[in-house]
T-cell receptor, first 117, second 113 residues
Framework: GAVVSQHPSRVICKSGTSVKIECRSL??????MFWYRQFPKQSLMLMAT?????????EQGVEKDKFLINHASLTLSTLTVTSAHPEDSSFYIC?????????????FGPGTRLTVL | GENVEQHPSTLSVQEGDSAVIKCTYS??????FPWYKQELGKGPQLIID?????GEKKDQRIAVTLNKTAKHFSLHITETQPEDSAVYFC????????????FGGGTRVLVKP
């Protein structure tokens, strides 16, 4: 299957700082990427849909000014958690939509563990 | 919007036995149903998917069945091995609407050697 990478894999930051997470599709182009949040022993919660060259679409209850998304190229989307607080600590996972060959499949990155002190 | 229910939440099987996980969905328009395997501390890995134009799909020890009328689909793992131990998620989406996935709650599978 297609490969999606995330960087960093884990990050620890102080409360009030901003953290940027990168999501890259390594062997395919993705006009659409998705950002999820996952709490321990829970399912994935969709935060936003990232579209190359346009504004992201946020799910209800997700603050767009807190979770800034930029999809500047067909292989890279970034999520910036601004003014992070301990309650933002979570596992953040991205996925990229692969439309090559007539299929429509989502491949997930390995996730980023964010800990806010 | 779409709602996906997944059962059971935990499943313990003996190595070599079969495991079955069931999901139901609410939106009859959904037409794409992937299954993901997630190991501890890692991202979900696509293991098999099915589209609504087929009723069953098989890939070695893994199979998925879809009943559109009843709006449910199931994952079958045969001859389970310890490395099958993980959390499995089903999902549903409408491809024409951007393929935004709605996930089930997950099933924690433990294969005992």
């Amino acid at each position: 299957g297609a490969v999606v990478s995330q960087h960093p894999s884990r990050v620890i930051c102080k409360s009030g700082t901003s953290v940027k997470i990168e999501c890259r599709s390594l062997d395919f182009q993705a006009t659409t990427m998705f950002w999820y949040r996952q709490f321990p022993k829970q399912s994935l919660m969709l935060m936003a849909t990232s579209n190359e060259g346009s504004k992201a679409t946020y799910e209800q209850g997700v603050e767009k000014d807190k979770f800034l998304i930029n999809h500047a190229s067909l292989t890279l989307s970034t999520l910036t958690v601004t003014s992070a607080h301990p309650e933002d600590s979570s596992f953040y996972i991205c996925s990229a939509r692969d439309l090559a060959g007539g299929r429509d499949t989502q491949y997930f990155g390995p996730g980023t563990r964010l800990t806010v002190l | 919007g779409e709602n996906v229910e997944q059962h059971p939440s935990t499943l313990s099987v003996q190595e070599g036995d079969s495991a079955v996980i069931k999901c139901t969905y609410s939106d009859s328009a959904s037409n794409y149903f992937p299954w993901y395997k997630q190991e501890l501390g890692k991202g979900p890995q696509l293991i098999i998917d099915i589209r609504s134009n087929v009723g069953e799909k098989k890939d070695q020890r893994i199979a998925v069945t879809l009943n559109k009328t009843a709006k449910h689909f199931s994952l079958h793992i045969t001859e389970t091995q310890p490395e099958d131990s993980a959390v499995y998620f089903c999902a549903a989406s409408l491809e024409a609407a951007g393929n935004k996935l709605t996930f089930g709650g997950g099933t924690r599978v433990l294969v005992k050697p």
